[in-house]
């Protein structure tokens, strides 16, 4: 028989279970599937390739997770705001505060798990909340119905997220020490790992700690959770937001409560939150396996030679010589600028001026006019080098004022 619903949340039991129990067997398989192709991944290419690619991660995060909001900016937008180039049109320029203020609190929780702090734990629940709704004004934080989000701070008035009601606010910190005891003990970089973040990401959300920001900031913990998988190279958020119905029905069905006895021993019902992790699991593994499809050297050199093709019938600058240099960098990371003119064959004089124009359109980056050069990953390439990660950064943006 199934439970009576409960009106309202006041004591942590009534949202176990917080780990699937039954057919764990069945989650653990995929998931050590998950993190072996992960690890692997990390060792596919040079780590200054790596941290390039990280870097567009990072901004793309940005943008789906935004997306997810239905608060997102063309990444076009975004790209400008980080060289400090905002609209002229207050609501774009908001967004693009948002992003910006999104990217470097994903930088600065990476650099807590660096420093061996616990991401899965109410704490850093709440840094993630504070980190990102920190750097944005008053103005900026302010809610469509004029409620202001402080940050990191815990809700103090009761809310209603579509037929949820999370649990009583005074009640926050019994709901957040339970997820501390379930979820902050350390889990080993093993097939435990994706199955502990999937069921942490629907029960932080179920608690719906703070005013607003809730999504947002459970992405970001879900993102330094895995960090240790995916060393910023995949992207759940990306996952989430093109599968956004989806990922909306299955945080909502995980929200209900046991169907009967068969349905585990908890207030909620297991059945849904297994089924919600068997999803989340299967789309961690779709985005590495993406991933891995984009940077495989032979597939990468022929979209470098793709693209580099196509660039030299528009740019009499752009010449083929320089598909071999850079998969070089691809492959080998940052070489000497006198190396990568010698691996294009060509004279020195026509050698200078290829490297500056790949230079001056993004492909190839450089610190400084005798630094080494390694390869870019620039918005207006990704159609030819990742075609398919960040489709709508190929799109043009919208015309706009000052932008």
């Known amino acids: 028989m199934s439970p009576k619903n409960i009106d309202r949340y006041t004591q942590p039991q009534q949202f176990e279970p917080l780990l699937p129990q039954q057919r764990l067997d069945e989650l653990r398989r995929p998931a050590g599937a998950v993190v072996e192709r992960s690890l692997r991944l990390a060792g596919s290419a040079h780590p200054a390739t790596m941290a390039s690619l990280r870097e567009l991660v990072r901004a793309m995060n940005s943008y789906y997770s935004n997306r997810i909001e239905g608060q997102s900016t063309h990444p076009l937008n975004i790209e400008r705001a980080l060289r400090h180039d905002f609209s002229d049109r207050p609501d774009i320029a908001r967004l693009q505060r948002l992003a910006v203020a999104h990217i470097e609190a994903e930088q600065e929780l990476e650099q807590r ?16 909340h504070a980190a990102l709704y920190g750097r944005l004004s008053i103005e900026d934080r ?3 119905e004029g ?20 649990p009583l606010w005074s009640s926050l910190p019994a709901f957040l020490n339970r997820l501390d005891v379930a979820y902050s003990r350390p889990v080993a970089v093993d097939d435990m790992l994706p199955v502990v973040a999937a069921a942490a990401h629907h029960r932080g959300a179920w608690v719906h700690p703070f005013l607003d920001g809730n999504g947002r900031a459970v992405r970001l913990q879900t993102h330094c959770a895995l960090w240790p998988l995916s060393a910023g190279l995949w992207s759940m958020s990306r996952g989430l937001a093109r599968k956004r119905d989806t990922y909306y029905a ?40 993406f991933m891995a499809r ?11 030679a793709a693209l580099i093709t196509y660039r030299s019938t528009l740019d009499k600058a752009i010449r083929a010589e320089a598909i071999v240099p850079l998969h070089h960098l691809f492959l080998a ?9 010698q691996m294009t064959g060509l004279g020195e004089r026509t050698a200078r001026a290829l490297l500056s124009r790949l230079i001056e359109t993004g492909l190839v980056a450089s610190t400084g006019h005798t ?18 990660l960040y489709p709508e950064a190929a799109t043009q943006a919208p015309r706009e004022t000052g932008v």
């Open 113 to 128: 798990v660096a420093a061996a702090e616990r991401p899965l734990t109410a704490a850093f629940l709440q840094q993630a």
């Open 147 to 166: 409620r202001i989000v402080v940050p990191g701070a815990l809700r103090t008035e009761q809310v209603a997220v579509g037929r949820h009601e999370p």
């Open 250 to 289: 299955l945080l909502d069905a995980a929200d209900s409560h046991r169907h009967g006895d068969l349905d585990g021993r908890g207030n909620l019902s297991e059945k849904q939150l297994w089924e919600w992790c068997e999803w989340f699991i299967a789309l961690a593994a779709d985005q590495v396996d």
């Open 333 to 341: 990371g940052p070489v000497p600028r006198g190396e990568f003119q």
């Open 371 to 388: 630094a080494p050069v390694q390869i870019s990953f620039p918005l207006d390439a990704l159609q030819f080098l990742l075609p398919e």
């Open 142 to 144: 302010t809610t469509s």
């Open 294 to 304: 984009m940077l495989d050297l032979d597939a990468m050199k022929a979209r470098i």
